[in-house]
């Protein structure tokens, strides 16, 4: 089993920027691919960035790409992101997964709890 527990949420003014973290245990942290995810109120999950087991391949969509920057750290089992020019449409409960394939959409093996960010106007 493999436990994911995300960090770093918290209230942030539009413009601001935040480093959220997801510390990773159970299992050889650097066999999986991680990701993030959001998702605001009333609104379906979606899909912010991925990165390889080693680090060296990421992936965003285009409507965080520029602003969101994905990072490992294999040695900290800690995955984390960076979170840039924040708007209040950024406002969501952001989520780390794990999976041993590389994907970006679909179903993710495991799950984290969130961590809750804010910005305001």
């Known amino acids: 089993q493999v436990q994911l527990v995300e960090s770093g949420g918290g209230l942030v003014q539009a413009g601001g920027s935040l480093r959220l973290s997801c510390a990773v245990s159970?299992?050889?942290?650097?066999?999986?691919?991680m990701g993030w995810f959001r998702q605001a109120p009333g609104k379906e999950r979606e899909f912010v960035a991925t990165?390889?087991?080693?680090?060296?391949?990421?992936y965003y969509p285009e409507s965080v790409k520029g602003r969101f920057t994905i990072s490992r750290d294999n040695a900290k089992n800690t995955v984390y992101l960076e979170v840039n020019s924040l708007k209040p449409e950024d406002t969501a409960v952001y989520y780390c997964?794990?999976?041993?394939?590389?994907?970006?959409?679909?179903?993710?093996?495991?799950w984290g709890q969130g961590t809750q960010v804010t910005v305001s106007s």
């Open positions: 159970g299992r050889t942290f650097s066999s999986y691919v």
């Open positions: 997964a794990a999976d041993q394939s590389w994907r970006t959409l679909g179903s993710w093996e495991y």
């Open positions: 990165i390889s087991r080693s680090g060296g391949r990421v």
